[in-house]
C-alpha cells in the first residue's frame, strides 16, 4: 500500500536554527498537508498545498514558517528560526482529490532545546 | 468555529469487552465527521468516515461510529477489542464548505484505548 513518507523520524535542533522537515507524498497525489502536534494537545492544522501554491494556512504559520515542492516528489517544511514552542510531532498528509482521504506519514517528531 | 472533544483522556478495558470512545462536535454546519487511530511509532490512519447518508458507519478492524445529529456527537464503538487495538484514537471534523481544495481537519486531544489481557 502506498504511504507517506517523512524523515527524520526525530530531530534535535537548537533555538534560534533552520530545520527542514521533510515528506515524500504518494506520487499520484494533488493535495499536501502539515498538521503539528504539541505533546498532550490536539493535532492542528498548519497549511495546505495545492497546484504548487499555498491554498490555506492556520495563523500558527506565520513567516517563520515556508513549505515548498521543489522537485515534484518532496515536500518540505521549512522552520527558519525555531523557538522552543516550535517541540511537537510533525504530521505531513497528502489526497488524490478533493473526496478522497487523507494519507499521513509517520510524523517528524522535533526537539528545540 | 469547529471544536471537537473527546471526553476520555485514556480508556483501559479488558480483552474482548465492548468499547465505546466518546466524540462530540461543535459546529453550526453539517460537518464530515472522521475516526483516525496511530499505532505506536505510526501515522495516522483513517478507521471510518461519515459523508452523508446511513448514520451508522463502518469502518476497518470491526469498529464503528454512528453521527448523532442531535446530540452532534460521532461516537466510535467495538463490540469485542483485542490486545492489537491498544493505540490513540482521534475523532475529527471537517466543514465541507470549507472546499474541495483544502477540507482541513480539526482534531480533538485523542482517547488512548488500552487493553489489557
Known amino acids: 500500500e502506498p504511504e507517506v513518507t517523512q524523515t527524520p523520524s526525530h530531530q534535535v535542533t537548537q533555538m534560534g536554527q533552520e530545520v527542514i522537515l521533510r515528506c515524500v507524498p504518494i506520487s499520484n497525489h494533488l493535495y499536501f498537508y502539515w498538521y503539528r502536534q504539541i505533546l498532550g494537545q490536539k493535532v492542528e492544522f498548519l497549511v495546505s498545498?495545492?497546484?504548487?501554491?499555498?491554498?490555506?494556512k492556520s495563523e500558527i504559520f506565520d513567516d517563520q514558517f515556508s513549505v515548498e515542492r521543489p522537485d515534484g516528489s518532496n515536500f518540505t517544511l521549512k522552520i527558519r528560526s525555531t523557538k522552543l514552542e516550535d517541540s511537537a510531532m510533525y504530521f505531513c498528509a497528502s489526497r488524490w482529490s478533493a473526496n478522497y482521504g487523507y494519507t499521513f506519514g509517520s510524523g517528524t517528531r522535533l526537539t528545540v532545546v | 468555529a469547529q471544536s471537537v472533544t473527546q471526553l476520555d483522556s485514556q480508556v483501559p478495558v479488558f480483552e474482548e469487552a465492548p468499547v465505546e470512545l466518546r466524540c462530540n462536535y461543535s459546529?453550526?454546519?453539517?460537518?464530515?465527521l472522521f475516526w483516525y487511530v496511530q499505532y505506536p511509532n505510526q501515522g495516522l490512519q483513517l478507521l471510518l468516515k461519515y459523508l452523508s447518508g446511513s448514520t451508522l458507519v463502518k469502518g476497518i478492524n470491526g469498529f464503528e461510529a454512528e453521527f448523532n445529529k442531535s446530540q452532534t456527537s460521532f461516537h466510535l464503538r467495538k463490540p469485542s477489542v483485542h490486545i492489537s487495538d491498544t493505540a490513540e484514537y482521534f475523532c475529527?471534523?471537517?466543514?465541507?464548505?470549507?472546499?474541495?481544495?483544502?477540507?482541513?481537519?480539526?482534531f480533538g486531544k485523542g482517547t488512548l484505548l488500552t487493553v489489557n489481557p
Open positions: 498545498f495545492y497546484n504548487n501554491e499555498i491554498s490555506e
Open positions: 475529527a471534523v471537517s466543514d465541507p464548505r470549507s472546499g474541495g481544495i483544502n477540507y482541513k481537519l480539526t
Open positions: 459546529s453550526s454546519v453539517s460537518v464530515y
